[in-house]
Each structure stands twice: as structure tokens, then as C-alpha cells.
């Protein structure tokens, strides 16, 4: 399943993207990854991480489009781009 997100929230020094709980139970049912997509950067998370979450809010929220009732689960964004781009700068300091 692939998600975009307009935005992301700021909790204890770290980036988290916030994703509806039908969305991630949906993923976790089917036993498929969750791409969630913000500006042209995108972080995939496998199976079995989507799994894993963290819930900073456990507010239950209502959907305004068909009422669904719904939480938000809560991900540490690390976009693919970036996760290269820090691997690299390790090896760097590692072998450099």
C-alpha cells in the first residue's frame, strides 16, 4: 500500500509521519509493505515493520468523509534518500 502525507509532526527531537490505523491494520492483515511518499521522498517499510509503530496520540478521530472512526499510528521517517546518504557518510567515516 502506498500513502502520501502532506506533512510530518516533530516529537522529542525526531520526525514521525502519522498514518490511519485502518491503513496500517489493512497492511499488517494482508501481510503487505507500507510506502508512505511526502514530497518526493519515500520510506518503505516491510511487512513486518509496519507492525511497529508508536501512537503519540490516543485520540480516536472521525473521518469527514464517511464518518469512519479512526487513531493515528505514528512512524520515525527515515526517507530512502536519506538512509542512502547517511550509509554512505558511515562507510566514509568508517573506511576513510
Not at 20 to 48: A, D, F, N, Q, Y
Amino acid at each position: 500500500m502506498t500513502i502520501k502525507i502532506s506533512k510530518l509532526f516533530f516529537h522529542q527531537g525526531r520526525l514521525y509521519a502519522s498514518i490511519r490505523s485502518h491503513k496500517v491494520e489493512k497492511c499488517v492483515r494482508k501481510g503487505e509493505p507500507l510506502t508512505i511518499i511526502l514530497k518526493g521522498e519515500k520510506m518503505t517499510l516491510k511487512p513486518w515493520q509496519v507492525m511497529y509503530y508508536e501512537q503519540f496520540t490516543p485520540d480516536t478521530f472521525k473521518s469527514k468523509v464517511g464518518g469512519k472512526d479512526y487513531k493515528l499510528y505514528d512512524y520515525f521517517w527515515s526517507p530512502e534518500e536519506n538512509t542512502d546518504e547517511l550509509r554512505k557518510l558511515a562507510e566514509l567515516q568508517v573506511f576513510g
